[in-house]
């Protein structure tokens, strides 16, 4: 049975990676080994190394490709936590003057929790943005709203708070894809100088086996006369 294409049966890709020259994969821990396996496969079935040379470029490209998938991983977790971070720093201000409902039967107690409540509240509001909770997003929303702001203001400021370090990681995203395309590069030069021998090494084939051909045909005449 053939294989898709782009893939190749899982053996020849472990065969690849558990060459003993390249070591563990450069996982960190809590990282899928399944996906990077998949990886792997991805690149190796695509690119069919033919020699030892092409199987550990093709290894470190799925290294390279990993490796700028990871940063940029992080980068998203950066920005959100940057932005959850600016989102509660705006929030608590807005969240604290609302007005507070307190009962008419509270006592003293009461009132107090409903104050410690309000000065809490743009944390936990922005805490329970950041999870997802569609109450409340459409709660942020109308507390930015009420000042004439929306997340994108948010976010703009997160982003510019934070402007060295995102470029910091755009710029090993760019290292780590500079080296991928090196690589790559590398690959079809090997190939192009390898079929650029091969075809020099079938011309001299054909033209020895001419002259052989050639020579053998061409019987000297004896002119021998009785």
């Known amino acids: 049975m053939s294989n898709q294409i782009g893939t190749v049966p899982k053996p020849a890709a472990q065969a690849l990676s558990c060459l003993p020259i390249f070591g563990p994969p450069p996982l960190l821990k809590g990282e899928d080994a399944a996906a990077y396996d998949d990886l792997l496969i991805r690149v190796s079935g695509n690119l069919k190394p033919s020699d030892i040379f092409e199987e550990i470029w093709v290894r470190e490209i799925a290294d390279l490709i990993w490796e700028s998938l990871r940063w940029r991983r992080q980068l998203a977790s950066f920005l959100a936590m940057a932005i959850a971070s600016v989102l509660e720093r705006t929030l608590k201000p807005i969240a604290q003057n609302q007005p507070v409902v307190v009962p008419r039967e509270a006592g003293y107690i009461g009132k107090l929790r409903a104050a410690e409540a309000s000065l809490k509240a743009g944390s936990i509001l922005a805490a329970?943005?950041?999870?997802?909770?569609?109450?409340?997003?459409?709660?942020?929303?109308?507390?930015?709203?009420?000042?004439?702001?929306?997340?994108?203001?948010?976010?703009?400021?997160?982003?510019?708070?934070?402007?060295?370090?995102?470029?910091?990681?755009?710029?090993?995203?760019?290292?780590?894809?500079?080296?991928?395309?090196?690589?790559?590069?590398?690959?079809?030069?090997?190939?192009?100088?390898?079929?650029?021998?091969?075809?020099?090494?079938?011309?001299?084939?054909?033209?020895?086996e001419f002259e052989i051909v050639e020579t053998s045909t061409a019987a000297p005449s004896t002119g021998a006369c009785n």
């Open 128 to 208: 329970d943005w950041a999870k997802g909770d569609p109450a409340a997003i459409e709660r942020v929303k109308e507390l930015l709203a009420s000042v004439g702001m929306t997340m994108d203001d948010v976010i703009a400021q997160a982003t510019a708070s934070e402007l060295d370090k995102i470029e910091r990681f755009n710029r090993l995203i760019a290292s780590a894809e500079g080296r991928r395309n090196a690589l790559l590069r590398e690959i079809e030069h090997h190939r192009a100088a390898f079929a650029q021998r091969l075809r020099a090494e079938v011309a001299k084939i054909e033209n020895a």
